[in-house]
Nanobody, 122 residues
């Protein structure tokens, strides 16, 4: 079992920055890929970014490329999402997730956090 807890959300003006963190506990953090997803008001949940277990590979949604950066610190069992140049359309609940499947990119994620709210004002 893997427990995930997001933090770092909040209210920010357009053009600002936030860094989300996701702390993992339970099974070995360094053995699985991690991802960030988001669900905006009235929208379906969508993929944002992912990082392989080694941090060697990353993947981003087109809508966040060049603005968001995913990273991980396996010594701290934590994955991060640095969000710069935020836009009102980035407003959403952001979730981190863990994928136990060794394939890249992960075809599915087995464990999810509770989410953290990010609100970007115009």
């Amino acid at each position: 079992q893997v427990q995930l807890e997001e933090s770092g959300g909040g209210l920010v003006q357009a053009g600002g920055s936030l860094r989300l963190s996701c702390a993992a506990s339970g099974r070995s953090f360094s053995s699985y890929a991690m991802g960030w997803f988001r669900q905006g008001p009235g929208k379906e949940r969508e993929f944002v970014a992912s990082v392989s277990w080694s941090a060697f590979r990353t993947n981003y949604a087109d809508s966040v490329k060049g603005r968001f950066t995913i990273s991980r610190d396996n010594a701290k069992n934590t994955v991060y999402l640095q969000m710069n140049s935020l836009k009102p359309e980035d407003t959403a609940v952001y979730y981190c997730a863990a994928a136990l499947d060794g394939r890249w990119p992960p075809p599915s994620y087995q464990f999810w956090g509770q989410g953290t709210q990010v609100t970007v004002s115009s």
